[in-house]
């Protein structure tokens, strides 16, 4: 896989003459001071679906795979390296949203994945990569998947712009994360199965996490966000406090979707500062 082979803007422009999509660029946003930092809040109905989804192993069990070929839009366009399929997110949230998936129906799961993903960000540079654990975000845990955005609209990229080497346990603002960037792939899988090891987990799955790299002119960063738990409790309040926010991999990096109006509207930096206090490690 090279650089630059990809002709990722022709394809884009290319899917999206053939299907209409839902343009990120009209999504109303507002921002807050989260912990010391700007985070933006995204109102965008078309998420509801995935903001409601089931991610129970009956419920996924149950519903057809819209990752799977045979299930998705005659429309939808990929393009085809290895073993996985680069396709247009249908339901964008931020600009050139695409979902990297298998052509395999296989679990998500990033055990000898980390390779692959490091390809992908060297393949996609201009982008930012990431990968929603089972249970910390990813609406398809059946079916394995990365996605990109285009970079530098999250948080997060800030922080992993200065990164130096290995830091490890910092204090980020949405929760405790790890990062490392290195020239040279072996030693950041190596970082990486050393801090999964560290995580561990109680359930033999792997460690709850959102991880995010890029890749830029040669050098690969990598942040990893433990996850305590995918869903904060006002997603499953039964009163006036409910809020439909469901963090994945982009609200953990500073962008929070809200696909309800009203959560968009009332949602307060303090609001967001104790999701983040329950979803992830402070
Ligand atoms: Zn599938």
Redesign the pocket.
Known sequence: MKKNTLHIEHFIRRQLDLWTTVSPSNHLTKQLLVNGSVVTVQYNPAREWSAAARVDKVSVSKRP????AV?RPQQQIDIIRGNYRLLVNPYPVLPQHLTI?DS???PQAIAGRMGDMLNWAQALEGFLLFYNGPQSGAS?P??FHFQAVAAGHTPLERVMQTSKGVGEGLAGFSGRYYLFSDTRKKPVCEVFEHICQQLGSTSGDEPMMNIYCHCISGKWTLAVIPRRRHRPERYFAGDDSNMLISPGGLDMAGIIVAARKQDFDRITAQDVEQIYSEVAFQ
């Open positions: 795979c819209f990752l799977c299930n998936a395999r129906h296989l398809a059946d079916h």
